[in-house]
């Protein structure tokens, strides 16, 4: 099956970046994404009690909120670190960085991306499953 190419207004550096490299590339933009879901959960439940009140404690309501955020917030930033990866918004930054750490691998004589002990026909198949993959978070 032949891979899908996809015209970007950016240059793409990894269609399929692996979940430790998303991460690393995180801007501080990301993390202010993902600080400001964190908050603004409990935030705006605790605004909804105040607009309508409910006669119970919400100490554990302003908890589970907390925690929802946060990993919403996760979602979004990794998203948005994804996105950029992909292309699909500025990655000046990412695309200098990643010619940097892979040159550095060429130089130490390393394999660009490490190697598989699986089959070719087994890392073909999970390629195929996993690009793009960070697009399922928004459904």
Known sequence: MPQKFIETPYPLIDADPHASRVINYFRSSDYAMWAGATGAFPAALY????????RSN??????????LGFVGGFLLAYQRSSARF???????LEEERDLAELSQRAAEGKSLYGDSPQPQWVQEAAARNSQFSQLKFCE
Request: hydrophobic share 50%.
């Open 47 to 54: 605004a909804w009690q105040l607009a309508d009140p409910v």
């Open 58 to 67: 919400m100490r554990t309501a302003l908890r589970l909120g907390g925690f």
């Open 86 to 92: 992909w292309g699909w918004s500025e990655n000046k």
